[in-house]
Nanobody
Framework: QVRLQESGPGLVKPSQTLSLTCTVS??????????WSWVRQPPGKGLEWMGA???????YYSPSLKSRTSISRDTIKNQFTLQLTSVISEDTAVYYC???????????WGQGTQVTVSS
């Protein structure tokens, strides 16, 4: 069973870059057929898909965040990383890493990590 764990700073200043890492266990990000994604939930709002990286390393981004978002991976550490540049207060949210099995469409979620953008 795939397990996901987010890590990163809980507080980021406006205009800085938010960086979060998702550590994967129980599956290989370079071998198994999954989409590895980042999803966030601002306070009082629904889930927002931010982007994904596939087993082959291809990346896909939400059009509304594409200019500020980058997702990369480290196949040695079995991690994938989110970078969101030029953050503003509206980027305050709980950030989740997510995995979807491309064969049976089963979803896995990390526990989520709160990120607050504030000076």
């Amino acid at each position: 069973q795939v397990r996901l764990q987010e890590s990163g700073p809980g507080l980021v200043k406006p205009s800085q870059t938010l960086s979060l890492t998702c550590t994967v266990s129980g599956g290989s990000i370079a071998v198994d057929f999954y989409y590895w994604s980042w999803v966030r939930q601002p306070p009082g709002k629904g889930l927002e898909w931010m982007g994904a990286i596939t087993t082959s390393g291809s990346t896909y981004y939400s059009p509304s965040l594409k200019s500020r978002t980058s997702i990369s991976r480290d196949t040695i550490k079995n991690q994938f990383t989110l970078q969101l540049t030029s953050v503003i207060s509206e980027d305050t949210a709980v950030y989740y890493c997510h995995a979807r099995n491309a064969r049976n469409l089963v979803d896995y979620w990390g526990q989520g990590t709160q990120v607050t953008v504030s000076s």
